[in-house]
């Protein structure tokens, strides 16, 4: 019995190995988000460039960036946050882009860079896609709602309401509840906003980031606080469900494509990022992943339903007071104790 | 109580397999619309092969190498076994963090291009402990006066090795060989750290869809894992059956 397995066994895995090496051709090595890019786009990239893209995905923000100052090389271009491309910028890991190579970069919304982005000339970074952390509630459960970040007070929502569990988007609702800035360094500030969660807590089910979406959907919360993009595609199978933005502004939160130092492929890299910034292509992305890209023209190529969805394009009035989510460096730690001793508060 | 502890999140994840609904949670109809999409998803079906393959190469030379070793440290005696005999058990404890960086670093340092190939080494070198280990338990019990009948009948080295050696300790290898597949078929932190461009397997890939992705077909995706291994054990029971 063995004797015929082995010989099988190993025929296999030549074919394998051999099938694994096709004719030579360009590849783009690509290291991004699952799901976070239009397969058909890709598709007429690399019929149009004659090249293969590859990608690969990570889960978080963090985990990347410890890999990649580990010393770990191949990726040409990669997709992280705004806040973590600054760092990456300021270590050297990705290269100041040469507008020279990207003429699409003139369909950037303007306004998005002047007054959100933290890379505002595009030095480093293409914005890729955009979303918002609003509130989402049922309708039909809850008939009535105020447009304000103290809904987490509302003893109406005892028990029946989440709140995301991460430091940067609790603490920024407390903040911009209070009137001040989410990316406040001041210490006072952000111990009053601790406190404020705090009070919060008593009245919330839980801190949740993965599956406030089953629980909106089925019934049991009644109002969660989530990413817009993930909470449209809940939209899209319960039409109960209806966004609220907090009039006292939101957190905004970018994933930017850049292009690493140890590219070996930087002429196909720079190709792809102004690829994306197609208007038609942008539009085609954002049908899948449902957040928002930062491109003019793009908007009107999306479908009906998308176009004036307010979690797509949400309210200019709500958004002017929102912020991006900015990397602190040292004042990260008044953050990590706040939230530390949010977690551990009864 | 525990196996329905262990068994009824597993049974919820099939049901919910078959839901219409994207998120779960409540019934809106019997569909087999996540299983299609996952078949045409390149990506989950390049992250398969990818794993599959890891696996496959990872299993068999951990079983080589595991096995000799095994033989090494039950036959030969001296002060130095008890060195390598901790050497052997230390990735077992490592964990998993520590290892991936560690390696990364090793391959940094090296020089080594980081893909599939760097995966595959960094498997091999956890699934090697578990594979001598699960052997070394069966050695324990060999009897070792077997052998020496057999050379007293004029058997040669290679053959007392394939005719009385191997089928003694084949439930031990297969044993481990099943552990080395199933620990490399579940690594995701190692994997991540010492994974370079196009060697995604599938739990670093279901790790980042649970971002974006849809969760519906997470749950599909975990059914037909669940399947293969069931299968995989299956398989090496039967195999194990059928020599005794």
């Known amino acids: ?346 | 109580m525990v196996l329905a502890f262990m068994y009824l999140p597993m049974l919820s994840l099939i049901v919910q397999s078959f839901n219409e609904s994207k998120y779960g949670g409540k019934w809106m109809g019997f569909s087999l619309k996540w299983y299609q999409a996952l078949f045409h998803d390149k990506a989950v079906i390049d992250a398969t092969l990818n794993t599959l393959w890891v696996a496959f190469m990872a299993t068999i030379v951990s079983v080589i190498l595991g096995t000799g070793a095994a033989w090494a440290l039950n036959r030969f005696q001296s002060r130095m076994q008890q060195i390598n005999y901790t050497l052997f058990s230390a990735p077992l404890m490592v964990p998993d963090l520590l290892m991936g960086i560690s390696l990364l670093l090793l391959f940094v340092n090296l020089g080594v291009s980081l893909g599939l190939t760097t995966v595959i080494l960094a498997h091999i070198t956890f699934c090697v402990s578990f594979v001598t280990f699960t052997v070394l338990a069966r050695l324990q019990d060999f009897d070792f006066t077997l052998i020496q009948a057999a050379r007293d009948l004029g058997a040669g080295n290679w053959k007392i090795f394939r005719k009385i050696v191997l089928p003694l300790i084949a439930p031990g290898i297969v044993a481990g060989a099943l552990m080395a597949f199933t620990l490399s078929m579940d690594d995701f932190v190692v994997t991540f750290f010492v994974g370079g461009p196009g060697s995604t397997t599938l739990p670093v890939k279901v790790y980042s869809m649970i971002k974006h992705g849809a969760p519906a077909i997470i749950n599909a995706l975990s059914v037909v894992f669940m399947a293969m291994t069931l299968t995989i054990a299956l398989a090496g029971q039967f195999l194990m059956r059928k020599k005794y």
């Open chain 1, 1 to 346: 019995m063995l004797k015929k397995i082995i010989p099988a066994l190993c025929a296999l895995a030549l074919t394998l190995l051999l099938s694994a090496c096709g004719p030579s051709q360009k590849v783009l090595n690509v290291y991004t988000w699952s799901d976070y890019i239009n397969p058909e786009v890709v598709a007429a990239f690399e019929k149009q460039y004659n090249c293969k893209v590859n990608f690969d995905y990570f889960d978080s923000n963090e985990l990347m960036l410890a890999k990649l100052k580990s010393g770990s090389t191949g990726y040409d271009v990669i997709v992280p946050s705004s806040y973590i491309a600054q760092v990456m910028f300021e270590d050297k890991m990705i290269i100041p882009l040469d507008h020279a190579k990207l003429p699409n970069l003139s369909h950037i919304d303007k306004d998005y860079l002047s007054r959100l982005a933290i890379d505002k000339g595009t030095q480093y970074s293409v914005p890729y896609m955009l979303g918002i952390a609003c509130l989402a509630y049922n309708k039909e459960q809850v008939p009535t709602i105020e447009n304000s970040w103290a809904v987490f007070a509302n003893p109406a929502y005892k028990g029946r309401i989440t709140m995301l569990n991460d430091k940067r988007e609790a603490l920024g609702a407390a903040l911009k509840f209070l009137g001040y800035s989410l990316n406040s360094a001041n210490p006072a500030e952000i111990e009053k906003a601790k406190q404020q969660v705090q009070q919060w807590k008593q009245n919330i089910a839980k801190f949740d980031s993965e599956v406030y979406k089953n629980g909106i959907n089925s019934g049991e919360f009644l109002v969660v606080h989530g990413y817009s993009g993930d909470l449209l595609q809940v939209m899209e199978e319960n039409p109960k469900l209806a966004y609220l933005m907090p009039k006292e502004g939101m957190t905004v939160c970018c994933d930017d494509m850049v292009i690493t130092s140890t590219s070996k492929n930087q002429d196909l890299a720079y190709a792809f990022i102004n690829y994306m910034c197609d208007p038609e292509n942008a539009a085609a992305n954002m049908e899948i992943t449902m957040y928002t890209a930062p491109v003019t023209g793009a908007r009107e190529l999306l479908p009906k339903e998308l176009q004036n969805h307010p979690a797509m394009y949400p309210d200019p009035e709500a958004m002017k007071k929102s912020e991006m989510i900015k990397n602190l460096g040292d004042s990260d730690a008044l953050y990590n104790k706040a939230w530390e001793e949010v977690l551990f508060s009864k």
